[in-house]
């Protein structure tokens, strides 16, 4: 995903008030409605055979979102080929790569410290990848990251992630809805996630809605398992209980970081947010050092594994810098989940 603002944020949140905001609002709701006929004509050309599918010669099973925002992929991406790697087939990633200019994005190196055994190859074809993967690797089965959207491969399974938290049902560009609802017919199964940050209210209506679709509904949690640093330290999570840390992210959805630290019963001293996939140059860093300053000594300074892969570093500002390794945490729909999953590849591998 494009790094988004947090003042545009706030604008199509309706969090900024005034005639301007609204007048801004009005305006990017009309261009919306473009978007909006843009992807149903698209994705009726994919439907009626017009645009031209490609075919990997393996399962390929795609997990994805409806929004431009963060969801949470990662988690479930990794939930996937966990999955799929206990039954000892040959799994590789496929994803676009944002940010990957340079070398492999956050993604890709949080995938390969908590995945070591599965390549993962970036780039804007996925088709042309999958392959490449095939032919490299030998995988005997693909999982396609953030792909909803990307039609040209053919997909065995469709996983779509609807984040919970996600109040703002519009198209881009005034929401971050990439595609409607009313796209979950394509789905295979629908898994909302971060279920424990809303209200029950909130989480039964949008179960309602989802199951209009007819699609196997599960649900789930981010879970933070540890604490963990650049150099492969653990500490337990009780230790964040009561204790001031201050924080910080690169994250679609930053509110639900600091929510679960929040829960995790930390006292947040000072929170700083990023654009999602930031990529932390000197500068941001020589910043963050004199933020981390500011704190008292014996402050710790807490991000996710997401960015700590790529600052490499165990303090900032004489800080200890721990990230939160987490995991995706099912409240219920697990096992339909994961019977579709392995039912994708008919046989275990020998």
């Known amino acids: 995903m494009a790094p988004l603002s947090s003042r545009f944020l706030s604008l199509i949140r309706g969090e900024t008030h005034g005639l301007g905001p609204g007048l801004a609002r009005l305006g990017l709701w009309l261009a919306s409605l473009g978007h909006g006929v843009a992807v149903r004509l698209r994705n009726l050309a994919y439907s009626l055979g017009w645009l031209r599918v490609a075919r990997a010669g393996v399962p390929v ?4 979102n409806l929004t431009a925002g963060g969801t949470g992929k990662t988690p479930c991406v990794e939930h996937v080929a966990s999955v799929l790697r206990e039954r000892g087939h040959l799994v590789a990633i496929l994803s676009r790569g944002y940010g990957a200019d340079a070398g492999p994005n956050d993604e890709a190196l949080l995938l390969e410290q908590n995945l070591p055994d599965v390549p993962h190859y970036q780039g804007p074809d996925r088709a042309a990848l999958a392959a490449v993967a095939v032919e490299e690797s030998e995988s005997d089965v693909l999982v396609l990251d953030d792909g909803f959207q990307h039609r040209r491969l053919a997909r065995d399974l469709d996983v779509v992630l609807v984040d919970a938290t996600d109040t703002v049902p519009h198209l881009l560009p005034r929401g971050l809805m990439r595609e409607p609802f009313s796209s979950l017919a394509r789905a ?10 809303v209200t029950p209210e909130r989480l039964a209506d949008l179960r309602s809605r989802v199951a209009r679709h007819g699609k196997p509904v599960a649900e789930s949690i981010h879970a933070p398992t540890t604490l963990v ?14 204790e001031k840390v201050a924080a910080f992210c690169g994250l679609g959805n930053p509110v639900a970081f600091r929510a679960t630290l929040e829960g995790l019963g930390a006292v947040v001293a000072g929170f700083r947010a990023f654009p999602d996939h930031h990529p932390y140059p000197r500068a941001d860093v020589d910043e963050l050092t004199r933020w981390g300053r500011t704190f008292p000594e014996g402050t710790a300074l807490v991000t ?18 721990w990230a939160l390794r987490v995991r995706l945490a099912f409240l219920a729909g697990q096992q339909q989940l994961d019977d579709l999953i392995r039912g994708t590849v008919k046989e275990d591998a020998p």
Do not use: F, M, W, Y
């Open 61 to 64: 099973i795609c997990v994805g």
């Open 188 to 197: 295979h199964a629908v898994v909302l996630t971060r279920c424990d940050q």
């Open 229 to 242: 640093n650049a150099s492969g330290e653990q500490r337990p999570l009780d230790g964040l209980r009561g």
């Open 304 to 321: 996710t594994q997401k960015d700590l892969v790529k600052l490499r570093v165990d303090q900032l500002g004489g800080r200890p810098l």
